[in-house]
């Protein structure tokens, strides 16, 4: 059984930072990718960014992308997001997941694993 823990959420105010992490159970090259979810009261769970396991290839959706970046820690079995330059919009529950196949995916229902969420909230 996988296990996905993410923690690092809170309440930041506009233009504020944060750092997501996401502990796996298991080994994180053991997946063909890891990836970032959000998802806002109404609206469906949208892609954020995602980490192949083989070649460490990144995508970011062009909402984030400059403001966000993901990584991992080997050792630590570890994947993070950082998170600058914060809007209210950015204000999910934000799901860490793995999975994935050969090719990095955006949609997530490419990703079997999933954690329980964490709440971020920036108050403008």
């Known amino acids: 059984q996988v296990q996905l823990v993410e923690s690092g959420g809170g309440l930041v105010q506009d233009g504020g930072s944060l750092r997501l992490s996401c502990a796996a159970s298991?080994?994180?090259?053991?997946?063909?990718?890891m990836g970032w979810f959000r998802q806002a009261p109404g609206n469906e769970r949208e892609f954020v960014a995602a980490?192949?396991?083989?070649?460490?290839?990144?995508y970011y959706a062009d909402s984030v992308k400059g403001r966000f970046t993901i990584s991992r820690d080997s050792a630590q079995n570890t994947m993070y997001l950082q998170m600058n330059n914060l809007k209210p919009e950015d204000t999910a529950v934000y799901y860490c997941?793995?999975?994935?196949?050969?090719?990095?995916?955006?949609?997530?229902?490419?990703?079997?694993?999933w954690g329980q969420g964490t709440q971020v909230t920036i108050s403008s």
């Open positions: 997941a793995a999975g994935g196949d050969s090719i990095l995916r955006t949609g997530s229902r490419f990703y079997r694993y």
């Open positions: 298991r080994s994180i090259f053991s997946f063909n990718a």
């Open positions: 980490i192949s396991g083989s070649s460490g290839t990144i």
